[in-house]
Every structure is written in structure tokens, then in C-alpha cells.
């Protein structure tokens, strides 16, 4: 293949770029603070200013996770063509692609995409769905964890002990708590913390999956898929099927 067989094409637009290495920032920092957390005991981690510093970190980096996330939704109803949401979710004639895509991988000559192809927009909409269910999860635990926005003040001032001012209960601290409602406080929060891990879990599997995914993609497909998340520039030799 000569340079003169291939053909340069902007894709990814400033603000998608931005929100992918924000957001790949996000889940590594909340994976290795939750991983503290998860494992404090073995780690010797004991004390309560200890645990209430980490679950602190890890609610303000889930925080920018968040709007980075409410970002990239709303943006996918205006950005450029392959940012929205018609160049992600599974439409009409989806199934079809699907199949002439994985066809064409059996060929050795497999078509090529300017957005994501059919495979690589299932990644993309199950990530969406593992992370806004995380973003969910971690909002309300971050309410009845450490009592933090935007449920922390209902959920502190129906925990509160009658005649204990809600803004002085401390994080994991029973004093001041009405011992009835804490219980039921622990009991209600606890199946979010259960689905936040597991979920957590899963999306870095898929992570995973989805980067080695790239890799073989680039290496089989071209179209310089790593470095156009940096540039927003695809290098293909072929014409894109998505190129209409």
C-alpha cells in the first residue's frame, strides 16, 4: 500500500476527544482509590479519618466522572456527525451491518469505518449504560457514606437523632444517628454499594476487551484509531462505509 492510497479524514471533534481521556482518567482514578477502600483491612487502613479521606477522593473524582458523562450525552445530540447519538446506538439496518462487517472480517479485508464500527458501537453503548448505572450507584452512596451532595443532606437529616443538628454527624460515625434509622440506612445503601462494585468490575473488563479490541482493529483495519482519539484525524486506504 502506497501513501498515495490513503486519505486523511476528521472525525472525532475537540469536545469527544476531551471527554474520552477525561473520563479514562475518571475510572482509573476511581479504580485505585476504590480498590483502597475495598481492601483497607488487608491494607492496615483502620481508622475513620483514613476511610472518610479516601471515600472523599474517590466522591470528588466520581463527581468530575459524572458531568463528564452528563456531558458526553448531552453532546451526543449536538456534536459533530460521528459524535451523536445516531453514529452509537443500534438503528435501523444495524443487524444488517453487523453482519456484513463481521463477514468481512472472515475475508481479510475487513470494511472500514470513519465512526465506530458495528462492534465497536456495542462497546460503546454498553460502557454508556455500565457508567451511568456507576454514576448512579456512587451518587447515592456518596449521600449515605459520607453524607455529600445531592442526597447527603436528606439522608443526614433523616438519620439524625432527635435534637442532633444533621450537619455535625460524621461519616461512619454511629454518634448522633438515630439507632433505628441507621439501620435501615444500612440496609437500604447496601445493595447499591454490592451493584456499584460489580458494575465497576464489569466496565473494566470491557475496558479491556475494548482496548485490545483497538489494537487488533488497527492493526488489521488501519485508519490510525489510537492516535485519532489525540488528533481527531483517521488515515484509511479504502472508502468508509459510513462515508455518506
Given amino acids: ?30 479504580l485505585i482509590f476504590g480498590l483502597l477502600m475495598l481492601y483497607k483491612k488487608e491494607l492496615g487502613i483502620t481508622s475513620i479519618e483514613a476511610k472518610i479521606s479516601l471515600k472523599t477522593v474517590h466522591v470528588i473524582i466520581g463527581y468530575v466522572f459524572v458531568l463528564n ?8 445530540f449536538i456534536g459533530n456527525r460521528y459524535a451523536r447519538w445516531s ?5 435501523r439496518g444495524f443487524g444488517q451491518a453487523l453482519r456484513d462487517y463481521r463477514a468481512s472480517l472472515s475475508t481479510g479485508s475487513p470494511q472500514q469505518y470513519l465512526g465506530h464500527n458495528p462492534l465497536g458501537r456495542l462497546a460503546i453503548v454498553t460502557m454508556l449504560l455500565l457508567m451511568l448505572v456507576m454514576a448512579v450507584t456512587g451518587l447515592i452512596r456518596a449521600g449515605t457514606d459520607i453524607y455529600y451532595p445531592p442526597f447527603g443532606a436528606a439522608v443526614a437529616e433523616y438519620v439524625a437523632a432527635p435534637g442532633t443538628d444533621p450537619a455535625s454527624l460524621i461519616p461512619y460515625n454511629p454518634e448522633g444517628t438515630d439507632p433505628a434509622k441507621a439501620e435501615q440506612l444500612k440496609a437500604f445503601k447496601g445493595p447499591f454499594g454490592v451493584i456499584h462494585i460489580y458494575t465497576a468490575f464489569t466496565l473494566l473488563f470491557v475496558i479491556v476487551v475494548h482496548i485490545i479490541a483497538v489494537i487488533f482493529t488497527d492493526s488489521r483495519e488501519g485508519g490510525s484509531l489510537i492516535s485519532a482519539m489525540f488528533t481527531g484525524t483517521k488515515v484509511l486506504s479504502g472508502k ?5
Fill in 1 to 30: 500500500m502506497n501513501d498515495t492510497d490513503l486519505k486523511t479524514y476528521r472525525v472525532w471533534d475537540r469536545p469527544t476527544r476531551l471527554f474520552h481521556w477525561i473520563n479514562f482518567s475518571c475510572v482509573v482514578g476511581l
Fill in 69 to 76: 458523562l452528563l456531558f458526553r450525552i448531552v453532546w451526543a
Fill in 240 to 244: 468508509p462505509v459510513d462515508d455518506t
Fill in 87 to 91: 453514529a452509537i446506538l443500534p438503528g
